[in-house]
Structure formats: structure tokens, C-alpha cells
């Protein structure tokens, strides 16, 4: 019913830059807000960064001043903007969205538990 996917992953020079989005997809009405997190290997997943519908951004100490996200140019979509990328932004990233949608029988179910395949980043000589 609701679908997020991403694109924009892959490898990247350290100092160098990649654009991450995420479309929603589906009978979506609202969108509250979404997060952008990252998971590498061997180590927990962690909230990066967070989109917030006609609010500030958020972003963790690792990634401010070198990460920015906001809506795209299509609707329901987000991007993650990221600069100055470093060998320990290596990770699989993956998007997660607070939002509303009708389901089959036209009734609106709110969810926060929406997540996106996963795309890989490699920052690497």
C-alpha cells in the first residue's frame, strides 16, 4: 500500500558528494516527517538526519554542517544532500516516514514504521 524507495547510493572519493532520495509511494495524504539513518557494518543503526513538513531539519553531530535534507522537486519525495563525505559515512542508508495514507478501504491509517530498502554508500580511495 505504501512504499518508500531509495536511489542515489554508491561510491564516492572521500571529500566528495552524493544526493540520496526517497519517494513515497502510495495514497498518501500526509507527510510529518522523514528520517534518514544509517546502519554500517557491524554497528547499530543511527538517525542522521530528519525532515520535518514546515519545521527544521535535525541532524546528529557526526553529520551537521555537511548533510542537508529537504523536499525534493516531486511530490512525496526527500533528499539527503551530502558533502565533505568521509570514510566513516560509510554505511547502508536507509529513509523512514511518519505519514498518513488510505488503505484499500479508503480509511486514513497514520504509520511510522515505513522504511526504504536500503542504499549503499562507500566513501573510499
Known amino acids: 500500500q505504501v512504499q518508500l524507495v531509495e536511489s542515489g547510493g554508491g561510491l564516492v572519493q572521500p571529500g566528495g558528494s552524493l544526493t540520496l532520495s526517497c519517494t513515497v509511494s502510495?495514497?498518501?495524504?500526509?507527510?510529518?516527517?522523514m528520517g534518514w539513518y544509517r546502519q554500517a557494518r557491524g554497528k547499530q543503526r543511527e538517525l542522521v538526519a530528519m525532515?520535518?513538513?514546515?519545521?527544521?531539519?535535525v541532524y546528529s553531530e557526526s553529520v551537521k554542517g555537511r548533510f542537508t535534507t529537504s523536499g525534493g522537486s516531486a511530490k512525496w519525495t526527500v533528499n539527503l544532500q551530502m558533502n565533505n563525505l568521509k570514510p566513516e559515512d560509510t554505511a547502508v542508508y536507509y529513509c523512514?516516514?511518519?505519514?498518513?495514507?488510505?488503505?484499500?478501504?479508503?480509511?486514513?491509517?497514520?504509520?511510522?514504521?515505513?522504511w526504504g530498502q536500503g542504499t549503499p554508500v562507500t566513501v573510499s580511495s
Open positions: 525532515y520535518k513538513t514546515g519545521g527544521d531539519a
Open positions: 502510495g495514497s498518501i495524504f500526509i507527510l510529518y516527517s
Open positions: 523512514n516516514a511518519d505519514l498518513g495514507y488510505y488503505n484499500p478501504s479508503y480509511e486514513p491509517v497514520m504509520t511510522k514504521d515505513v
